[in-house]
């Protein structure tokens, strides 16, 4: 069974600041693994999809790092602003299903 | 991206009702929708899969009796919470199966 763990529960730093977020997952036989962004009450939007054979992904200000075989993988969000404030969860895709971390909840303080 | 799209997007009802909560793909056809729930400061469980045309695979805890699913058609799957009660109160989302994973809005369920 696929277990997904993410690193610290909840962060809070002020603006501008770098925010990392880390996932690990306990079986490295993934096809891929995703951040989403999840906002109270709201439902998931997807901010970067790393395949399996990927190293990293970016995307703007994100960037995701992924280490398959120590099962491990870390989403960078530069210069933080209020507006990053929200949940970060991380999924990997093995079989067909998605396994998801708890996730880290971020505050970015004005 | 796929979008998604849940209907009610919230709803209180009274325990021993059912609610039916739907799902749409409104422009992907989607073979495969997961349904998933999550609770308060929780992460998503996945509950069940199901596939156009057949019937639902659920996971393990999950009664298939309470929660009922149907995917009648490629634009639309339902999830019928039957009997319901206080502690089915939960937030359940879907999502199509695609290769980058897209979720619809989620419906929020309170059962007094």
């Known amino acids: 069974k696929q277990e997904v763990t993410q690193i610290p529960a909840a962060l809070s730093v002020p603006e501008g600041e770098n925010l990392v977020l880390n996932c690990s997952f306990t079986?490295?036989?993934?096809?891929?693994l995703q951040w989403f962004r999840q906002d109270p009450g709201k439902g998931l939007t997807s901010l970067l999809l790393i395949q399996s054979s990927q190293r990293e992904q970016t995307s703007g200000r994100l960037n995701a790092s992924l280490d398959k075989s120590s099962g491990r993988s870390t989403l960078y969000i530069a210069a933080s602003q209020p507006g990053d404030s929200a949940t970060y969860l991380c999924?990997?895709?093995?079989?067909?299903?998605?396994?998801f971390g708890a996730g880290t909840t971020v505050t970015v303080r004005a | 991206g796929a979008v998604v799209s849940q209907h009610p997007s919230w709803v209180i009802c009274k325990s021993g009702t059912s609610v039916k909560i739907e799902c749409r793909s409104l422009d992907f056809q989607a073979t495969t929708m997961f349904w998933y729930r999550q609770f308060p400061k929780q992460s998503l469980m996945l509950m069940a899969t199901?596939?156009?045309?057949?019937?639902?695979?659920?996971e393990q805890g999950v009664e298939k009796d309470k929660f009922l699913i149907n995917h009648a058609s490629l634009t639309l799957s339902t999830l019928t919470v039957t009997s319901a009660h206080p502690e089915d109160s939960s937030f359940y989302i879907c999502?199509?199966?695609?290769?980058?994973?897209?979720f619809g809005p989620g419906t929020r369920l309170t059962v007094t």
């Open positions: 199901s596939n156009e045309g057949s019937k639902a695979t659920y």
């Open positions: 999924a990997v895709r093995y079989d067909y299903k998605l396994s």
């Open positions: 079986d490295s036989a993934i096809y891929n």
């Open positions: 999502s199509p199966f695609t290769h980058e994973q897209y």
